[in-house]
């Protein structure tokens, strides 16, 4: 099966530059979205095809992925956005299925 | 405006039987691949189902195989999830998702989510 794997937690100072990574192997060579999730609310897609913005997401939230990581990026990082962020990617080197990683809790302090 | 309402979670014994509803509104359902994701108390999220648009194409995380079965009823704009053998392990948060992209199934991702509904498998 295939893996993703996140760093469990990271903080950050309100208004810097919040970098959340995924690896994966040949993670680069698939796309990547990223969800973020606040306590008892559902998951909000944040970022798809590695750098895309959904409709209604800030311009704040940007992303990347090449080699073996992709990178969630929030610029001006504020106290709203602490929240647990997860890539997500598609595989079917055995079969057809869609990995998260384990999740990585951000935190703005 | 697109809305996924899930229903039919509950309290079930190990071994039991449930099946998760999801309605969907606010998009041409049939156009679209859905998808099962859960997340139990602490934990994080995970994929359990995704059917394709015409329904054919069904896929399941390991754990769940022969024992879940995902369906839809475009006629009805709903999308189910047929749970059988509930083990301790099942307990979650399941949420029904939409694709992003309509058409087919490549590179999904999921761009609106219901509000999830409790399964509670417990003696």
């Known amino acids: 099966s295939y893996d993703l794997t996140q760093s469990p937690s990271m903080s950050v100072s309100p208004g810097q530059t919040a970098t959340i990574t995924c690896s994966g192997d040949r993670l680069g060579d698939r796309y990547a979205s990223w969800y973020q999730v606040k306590p008892g609310q559902s998951p909000v897609l944040v970022i798809y095809q590695d750098s895309k913005r959904p409709s209604g997401i800030p311009e704040r939230f940007s992303g990347s992925n090449s080699g073996t990581t992709a990178t969630l990026t929030i610029s001006g990082t504020q106290a709203m956005d602490e929240a647990d962020y997860y890539c997500q990617a598609w595989d079917t080197s055995t079969a057809w299925s869609v990995v998260f990683g384990g999740g990585t809790e951000l935190t703005v302090l | 405006e697109v809305q996924l309402l899930e229903s039919g979670g509950g309290l079930v014994q190990p071994g039991g039987s449930l099946r998760l509803s999801c309605a969907a509104s606010?998009?041409?359902?049939?156009?679209?691949?859905m998808t099962w994701v859960r997340q139990a108390a602490g934990k994080g999220l995970e994929w359990v189902s995704t059917?394709?648009?015409?329904?054919?194409?069904?896929y399941y995380t390991d754990s769940v195989k022969g024992r879940f079965t995902v369906s839809r009823d475009n006629s009805k704009n709903t999308l189910y999830l047929h749970m059988n053998k509930l083990r301790d392990e099942d307990t979650a948060i399941y949420y029904c998702?939409?694709?992003?992209?309509?058409?087919?199934?490549?590179?999904?991702?999921?761009?609106?989510w219901g509000q999830g509904i409790l399964v509670t498998v417990s003696s």
């Open positions: 998702a939409k694709d992003l992209a309509a058409g087919g199934m490549n590179d999904p991702s999921f761009d609106y």
């Open positions: 606010g998009f041409t359902f049939n156009n679209y691949a």
């Open positions: 059917t394709g648009s015409g329904g054919a194409g069904s």
